[in-house]
Protein backbone atom coordinates (compact mmCIF):
# COMPACT_ATOMS: atom_id res chain seq x y z
CA UNK A 1 0.00 0.00 0.00
CA UNK A 2 0.96 3.48 -0.83
CA UNK A 3 2.64 5.87 2.15
CA UNK A 4 1.09 9.19 0.53
CA UNK A 5 -1.51 9.44 -2.63
CA UNK A 6 -3.12 12.04 -4.08
CA UNK A 7 -7.05 11.64 -3.97
CA UNK A 8 -7.66 12.53 -7.73
CA UNK A 9 -5.96 11.30 -11.09
CA UNK A 10 -6.89 14.06 -13.27
CA UNK A 11 -8.06 17.82 -12.51
CA UNK A 12 -9.04 20.22 -14.95
CA UNK A 13 -9.96 24.00 -14.92
CA UNK A 14 -10.28 27.36 -16.91
CA UNK A 15 -6.88 29.63 -16.86
CA UNK A 16 -8.33 32.11 -14.18
CA UNK A 17 -10.09 29.49 -11.90
CA UNK A 18 -8.93 28.02 -8.45
CA UNK A 19 -7.64 24.43 -7.74
CA UNK A 20 -7.36 22.80 -4.91
CA UNK A 21 -5.07 19.05 -4.99
CA UNK A 22 -5.76 17.08 -2.07
CA UNK A 23 -3.31 13.97 -0.47
CA UNK A 24 -3.37 11.38 2.01
CA UNK A 25 -0.72 9.58 3.76
CA UNK A 26 -0.62 7.18 6.05
CA UNK A 27 2.22 7.37 8.65
CA UNK A 28 3.78 9.48 11.05
CA UNK A 29 5.20 12.24 9.13
CA UNK A 30 7.95 15.07 9.63
CA UNK A 31 7.42 16.90 7.13
CA UNK A 32 5.35 16.67 3.76
CA UNK A 33 6.06 18.57 0.39
CA UNK A 34 4.05 19.48 -3.03
CA UNK A 35 6.32 18.99 -6.15
CA UNK A 36 5.51 19.76 -9.57
CA UNK A 37 6.61 17.97 -12.59
CA UNK A 38 6.14 19.47 -16.37
CA UNK A 39 6.29 16.85 -19.30
CA UNK A 40 9.51 16.03 -19.83
CA UNK A 41 11.26 17.06 -16.97
CA UNK A 42 12.16 16.08 -13.46
CA UNK A 43 9.73 17.08 -10.58
CA UNK A 44 10.35 20.51 -8.52
CA UNK A 45 9.50 21.13 -5.07
CA UNK A 46 6.76 23.88 -4.52
CA UNK A 47 6.25 23.61 -0.74
CA UNK A 48 7.81 21.71 2.06
CA UNK A 49 5.19 22.07 5.09
CA UNK A 50 6.58 20.40 8.42
CA UNK A 51 4.06 18.23 10.90
CA UNK A 52 3.71 21.34 13.25
CA UNK A 53 2.57 23.71 10.35
CA UNK A 54 -0.94 24.23 9.69
CA UNK A 55 -0.33 26.27 6.46
CA UNK A 56 2.20 27.55 4.27
CA UNK A 57 2.00 29.92 1.44
CA UNK A 58 4.42 30.59 -1.87
CA UNK A 59 2.82 33.28 -4.18
CA UNK A 60 -0.43 31.61 -5.53
CA UNK A 61 -0.13 28.73 -3.99
CA UNK A 62 -0.96 27.44 -0.37
CA UNK A 63 -0.58 24.16 1.37
CA UNK A 64 -2.73 23.07 4.29
CA UNK A 65 -1.54 20.25 6.20
CA UNK A 66 -3.96 17.89 8.60
CA UNK A 67 -1.94 15.68 10.99
CA UNK A 68 -4.92 14.50 12.65
CA UNK A 69 -6.70 13.49 9.44
CA UNK A 70 -3.45 12.78 7.98
CA UNK A 71 -4.42 14.80 4.60
CA UNK A 72 -3.10 17.46 2.92
CA UNK A 73 -4.26 20.41 0.43
CA UNK A 74 -2.54 22.41 -2.16
CA UNK A 75 -4.49 25.33 -3.65
CA UNK A 76 -3.65 26.92 -6.83
CA UNK A 77 -5.39 30.88 -7.30
CA UNK A 78 -5.83 32.64 -10.87
CA UNK A 79 -4.25 29.20 -12.22
CA UNK A 80 -2.36 29.96 -15.38
CA UNK A 81 -1.70 27.73 -18.80
CA UNK A 82 1.66 26.91 -17.19
CA UNK A 83 0.09 25.66 -14.33
CA UNK A 84 -0.53 22.70 -16.36
CA UNK A 85 1.55 19.51 -14.65
CA UNK A 86 1.21 16.20 -12.47
CA UNK A 87 1.70 17.74 -8.64
CA UNK A 88 2.99 14.72 -6.15
CA UNK A 89 2.68 15.22 -2.52
CA UNK A 90 5.38 13.19 -0.55
CA UNK A 91 5.76 12.75 2.83
CA UNK A 92 8.83 12.14 4.99
CA UNK A 93 9.83 9.71 7.76
CA UNK A 94 12.30 8.21 8.96
CA UNK A 95 14.93 10.55 7.24
CA UNK A 96 12.86 9.00 3.81
CA UNK A 97 10.57 10.54 1.17
CA UNK A 98 7.94 8.66 -0.12
CA UNK A 99 5.32 10.00 -3.65
CA UNK A 100 2.19 9.89 -4.20
CA UNK A 101 1.34 8.76 -7.79
CA UNK A 102 0.19 12.57 -8.53
CA UNK A 103 -2.54 14.59 -9.99
CA UNK A 104 -2.25 15.91 -13.63
CA UNK A 105 -3.65 19.11 -13.50
CA UNK A 106 -4.89 20.76 -17.09
CA UNK A 107 -5.37 24.01 -17.32
CA UNK A 108 -7.42 25.39 -20.28
CA UNK A 109 -7.29 28.77 -21.84
CA UNK B 1 21.96 28.03 -9.14
CA UNK B 2 23.37 25.03 -10.01
CA UNK B 3 21.79 22.40 -12.46
CA UNK B 4 21.81 18.07 -13.03
CA UNK B 5 22.58 17.19 -16.37
CA UNK B 6 21.85 12.83 -16.58
CA UNK B 7 22.95 11.29 -19.61
CA UNK B 8 21.81 9.81 -21.99
CA UNK B 9 18.58 10.93 -21.96
CA UNK B 10 16.96 8.54 -23.87
CA UNK B 11 18.77 4.76 -23.68
CA UNK B 12 17.60 1.81 -25.87
CA UNK B 13 18.50 -1.62 -24.60
CA UNK B 14 18.15 -5.41 -25.57
CA UNK B 15 16.74 -8.00 -22.82
CA UNK B 16 19.27 -8.75 -20.43
CA UNK B 17 21.73 -6.02 -21.39
CA UNK B 18 23.70 -4.57 -19.15
CA UNK B 19 23.13 -0.08 -18.96
CA UNK B 20 24.36 2.44 -17.28
CA UNK B 21 22.86 5.02 -16.81
CA UNK B 22 24.74 8.92 -15.60
CA UNK B 23 24.09 11.74 -13.56
CA UNK B 24 26.43 15.09 -12.32
CA UNK B 25 25.22 17.80 -10.11
CA UNK B 26 27.13 20.93 -10.04
CA UNK B 27 25.16 22.23 -6.63
CA UNK B 28 28.44 20.90 -4.32
CA UNK B 29 25.36 18.65 -2.81
CA UNK B 30 25.95 16.07 -0.21
CA UNK B 31 23.41 13.69 -0.89
CA UNK B 32 22.37 12.16 -4.33
CA UNK B 33 19.61 9.80 -4.73
CA UNK B 34 18.45 7.52 -8.34
CA UNK B 35 14.69 7.33 -8.65
CA UNK B 36 12.52 5.10 -11.24
CA UNK B 37 8.94 6.82 -12.37
CA UNK B 38 6.99 4.13 -13.84
CA UNK B 39 4.44 5.77 -16.38
CA UNK B 40 1.53 7.71 -14.38
CA UNK B 41 3.12 6.37 -11.14
CA UNK B 42 5.38 8.11 -8.49
CA UNK B 43 9.46 8.24 -7.93
CA UNK B 44 10.90 5.10 -6.15
CA UNK B 45 13.69 5.16 -4.80
CA UNK B 46 16.80 2.96 -6.11
CA UNK B 47 19.76 4.23 -4.17
CA UNK B 48 21.18 6.92 -2.66
CA UNK B 49 24.55 8.21 -1.46
CA UNK B 50 25.17 10.64 1.20
CA UNK B 51 28.84 11.22 0.35
CA UNK B 52 31.08 10.36 -2.10
CA UNK B 53 31.95 6.47 -1.88
CA UNK B 54 28.79 6.10 0.36
CA UNK B 55 25.94 3.51 -0.85
CA UNK B 56 22.49 2.87 0.72
CA UNK B 57 19.77 0.51 -0.67
CA UNK B 58 16.10 1.95 -1.41
CA UNK B 59 13.08 0.33 -1.93
CA UNK B 60 13.30 -0.84 -5.73
CA UNK B 61 17.35 -1.66 -5.45
CA UNK B 62 16.85 -5.32 -6.90
CA UNK B 63 18.48 -5.63 -10.60
CA UNK B 64 20.02 -2.54 -9.90
CA UNK B 65 24.34 -1.67 -9.06
CA UNK B 66 24.99 2.19 -8.24
CA UNK B 67 28.41 4.09 -7.60
CA UNK B 68 28.92 7.52 -5.97
CA UNK B 69 32.73 7.86 -7.63
CA UNK B 70 32.90 11.44 -6.50
CA UNK B 71 30.82 14.33 -5.13
CA UNK B 72 29.57 15.42 -8.32
CA UNK B 73 28.95 12.30 -10.01
CA UNK B 74 26.30 9.29 -9.11
CA UNK B 75 25.99 6.58 -12.17
CA UNK B 76 23.08 3.54 -11.70
CA UNK B 77 23.47 0.34 -13.73
CA UNK B 78 21.06 -1.73 -14.65
CA UNK B 79 22.30 -5.44 -14.44
CA UNK B 80 20.48 -7.49 -16.40
CA UNK B 81 17.88 -4.91 -18.55
CA UNK B 82 14.26 -6.44 -18.51
CA UNK B 83 11.28 -5.39 -20.25
CA UNK B 84 9.10 -4.31 -17.35
CA UNK B 85 11.55 -1.84 -16.00
CA UNK B 86 10.86 0.71 -18.81
CA UNK B 87 10.61 3.47 -17.44
CA UNK B 88 11.98 7.24 -16.55
CA UNK B 89 15.26 7.43 -14.43
CA UNK B 90 15.50 10.23 -12.44
CA UNK B 91 18.57 11.78 -10.31
CA UNK B 92 18.26 14.39 -7.35
CA UNK B 93 20.87 15.82 -5.00
CA UNK B 94 19.78 17.71 -2.06
CA UNK B 95 22.47 19.35 0.22
CA UNK B 96 21.84 17.08 3.41
CA UNK B 97 19.88 14.07 3.75
CA UNK B 98 17.67 15.08 6.57
CA UNK B 99 13.81 15.23 6.77
CA UNK B 100 13.47 18.55 5.55
CA UNK B 101 16.09 18.47 2.80
CA UNK B 102 15.26 19.85 -0.54
CA UNK B 103 15.94 17.74 -3.58
CA UNK B 104 16.90 18.91 -7.10
CA UNK B 105 15.93 16.69 -9.68
CA UNK B 106 17.37 16.10 -13.25
CA UNK B 107 15.43 15.62 -16.71
CA UNK B 108 15.62 11.91 -16.35
CA UNK B 109 16.86 9.29 -19.06
CA UNK B 110 13.79 7.30 -20.38
CA UNK B 111 14.69 3.93 -20.73
CA UNK B 112 13.45 1.68 -23.90
CA UNK B 113 13.86 -2.19 -23.08
CA UNK B 114 13.26 -4.21 -26.54
Known amino acids: SQLAEENSWALSVHEGESVTVNCSYK?????LQWYRQKSGKGPAQLIL?????REKRNGRLRATLDTSSQSSSLSITATRCEDTAVYFC?????????FGDGTQLVVKP | GGIITQTPKFLIGQEGQKLTLKCQQN?????MYWYRQDSGKGLRLIYY???????QKGDLSEGYDASREKKSSFSLTVTSAQKNEMAVFLC?????????????FGPGTRLTVL
Open chain 2, 27 to 31: FNHDT
Open chain 1, 27 to 31: TSITA
Open chain 1, 49 to 53: IRSNE
Open chain 1, 90 to 98: ATHSNNRIF
Open chain 2, 92 to 104: ASSLGGGNYAEQF
Open chain 2, 49 to 55: SITENDL
